[in-house]
């Protein structure tokens, strides 16, 4: 079983997008199966330099290193995003 990941995770998304709902979910477990302590979901729509850089491609998950992952992704990329093991972009 993965070591239990630390480093903060962001959820950027906004509160109407259902594919942010899925992404959420899929965070939502990994909380509960302990691979993340937690994560903080952002909303985009707040915020306008936010929008602007996230608007096309929500949701997209933001790791503390400046890593960024766009969904959709899978449990298992999911899992390779939390391990740093991940290939996203910066």
């Given at each position: 079983?993965?070591?239990?990941?630390?480093?903060?995770l962001t959820l950027y998304g906004t509160s109407a997008c259902h594919?942010?709902?899925?992404?959420?979910?899929?965070?939502?477990?990994?909380?509960?199966?302990?691979?993340?302590?937690?994560?903080?979901?952002?909303?985009?729509?707040?915020?306008?330099?936010?929008?602007?850089?996230?608007?096309?491609?929500?949701?997209?998950?933001?790791?503390?290193?400046?890593?960024?992952?766009?969904?959709?992704?899978?449990?298992?990329?999911?899992?390779?995003?939390?391990?740093?093991?991940?290939?996203?972009?910066?």
């Amino acid at each position: 079983m993965p070591e239990l990941c630390q480093s903060p995770l962001t959820l950027y998304g906004t509160s109407a997008c259902h594919l942010c709902e899925q992404a959420a979910a899929l965070l939502d477990l990994a909380v509960q199966e302990a691979l993340i302590s937690h994560y903080d979901a952002v909303d985009i729509s707040e915020d306008e330099q936010l929008f602007v850089r996230y608007a096309t491609r929500i949701p997209v998950l933001y790791r503390q290193d400046g890593r960024e992952l766009d969904w959709p992704f899978s449990p298992q990329q999911l899992l390779d995003f939390i391990d740093g093991d991940d290939g996203g972009q910066v």
